[in-house]
């Protein structure tokens, strides 16, 4: 009897003790980003930094990879559109303009560049992800010369 009564003690122990770990080890995460689905041409217009890896193709298939590259992105607005100005710095630039359309996604085709990227907010904090590109026709095909995928923030 006092067998049973010493294993029921240490079952209830341990479930208690099991019991306060998951209700204290049980942390709050703050709110993570969120896709900003109706973001104004205001709220994103700005100067923009960060990071980015950039690709340089030597061939169709072979590349040159950089990571950890300081990138820029200047939003401006010019009458009914908007004008992106976006680099990785000493390697890459990129101007394109084009009609925002107060979603969460940025989508901007120039000649031969292009840059899709996603944006994010938090609090009152703004950010950006995406990619460029450069391309190039060769023998009446489109060849993708160069990249980059970024992160920047709203400074």
């Excluded at 240490?10 to 306060?20: G, I, P, S, V």
């Excluded at 590349?63 to 401006?76: D, H, K």
């Excluded at 609090?123 to 993708?144: H, P, Y």
């Amino acid at each position: 009897m006092a067998k049973m009564k010493t294993l029921a003690f240490y079952k209830t122990a341990m479930l208690l003790t099991t019991l306060l770990l998951l209700v204290f080890s049980c942390k709050k995460e703050e709110p993570g980003w969120q896709r900003c689905d109706a973001c104004s041409s205001d709220l994103i217009l700005g100067d923009y930094s960060g990071t980015a890896t950039h690709y340089r193709y030597t061939d169709t298939v072979n590349f040159v990879a950089t990571n950890s590259n300081e990138v820029y992105l200047n939003i401006t607005e010019e009458g009914s559109s908007l004008h992106l100005q976006t680099g990785v710095v000493n390697l890459f630039s990129a101007n394109l303009t084009g009609v925002y359309e107060n979603t969460y996604y940025l989508s901007f085709a120039g000649s031969n560049q292009q840059l899709n990227g996603t944006i994010w907010i938090k609090d009152a904090q703004v950010r950006i992800t995406g990619t460029v590109k450069k391309t190039a026709t060769v023998n009446g095909q489109s060849q993708l010369l160069e990249l980059f995928d970024f992160e920047v923030f709203k400074q």
